[in-house]
């Protein structure tokens, strides 16, 4: 259990113009996902909040809606939590890849039919139908992956592999704190695409070939399920609108009706209604 002082120190960082009268440790509770300890900060403004801190799920606050209960705000953490997260038997934190519930159906599909196909008995030839079949679930993620980019820039017409992934990145990873996991991310994939094209037009082929590329692009599958599944939490809701960080202190706006923002990267301020934030839990 965290001490007082450090539950102030993250109120502080979290947030901007509260002063803090009175912080209570309210309980600790046994969930699913962690043990959770649960605070009440009391603050001057006379906007209280629930502060959440477990050992294996991020600390995280939440302003207390009239005739909010703890109940209430803790079973909405709990809610937010497991929509990124689980943990295993062991207490480790994990996250899951993408496999019952694939935002890729047709993909599935097809990634089943090479699996089934895929055996020491084919020749280089028979192999080398393999690899087309691996470019086709290429060039089916490429069109997805347009047509997903479409939805915040109808004007992008591009349709190869290369462009349509980066600017996807763009939009489901953004800003410059992003970089590395964008990065990371395209060149995997653009490693695996130029490795496919290469065996499909190798002569000699091998089944050690076609795995190695067949299990690439299930990653990369899987990657980019996990994203389009993640830009829709409500982490990745509230941005900066200048340059989209995620990383912001809130205050309460004076008319009691908003809450504003500063980013802490670029310290651009702006306002979020109250409403909107209670639709993002």
Not at 9 to 28: G, H, Q, S
Request: net charge negative.
């Amino acid at each position: 259990m965290k001490n007082i002082k450090d539950i102030e120190t993250y109120f502080y960082n979290e947030t901007a113009d509260f002063r803090v009268t009175e912080i209570k440790f309210l309980e600790t509770r046994a969930s699913y996902l962690d043990q959770i300890d649960c605070y009440l900060v009391i603050t001057d403004q006379n906007i209280n909040f629930y502060i959440f801190s477990g050992t294996c799920v991020p600390m995280n606050l939440y302003p207390i809606k009239k005739d909010e209960t703890l109940d209430e705000s803790y079973y909405m953490h709990l809610g937010f939590m497991a929509e990124f997260c689980s943990q295993s038997i062991n207490n480790n934190f994990i996250l899951d890849f993408i496999r019952d519930y694939s935002v890729f159906p047709i993909l599935d599909r097809k990634l089943n039919e090479i699996y089934k196909s895929i055996n020491l008995n084919k020749n280089a030839s028979q192999l080398n139908g393999v690899a087309n079949q691996i470019r086709d679930c290429y060039l089916t993620l490429t069109d997805y992956l347009m047509n997903k980019v479409r939805t915040n820039n109808s004007n992008f017409k591009n349709d190869n592999f290369k462009d349509n992934l980066e600017e996807f990145l763009k939009t489901a990873l953004p800003g410059s704190q992003s970089e590395t996991r964008r990065n990371v991310i395209n060149g995997i994939a653009q490693k695996g695409w130029k490795l496919n094209s290469e065996l499909v037009h190798k002569d000699s082929v091998t089944v050690f070939d076609i795995l190695i590329s067949f299990n690439t692009l299930q990653l990369i599958i899987s990657i980019i399920s996990n994203l389009i599944v993640g830009d829709d939490m409500p982490f990745n809701k509230i941005k900066c609108p200048n340059c989209e960080s995620e990383r912001f202190t809130m205050l309460k706006a004076e008319n009691q009706k908003e809450y504003k923002y500063t980013c802490k990267d670029c310290k651009t301020s702006f306002d979020v209604p109250v409403e909107d934030i209670a639709k993002r839990f």
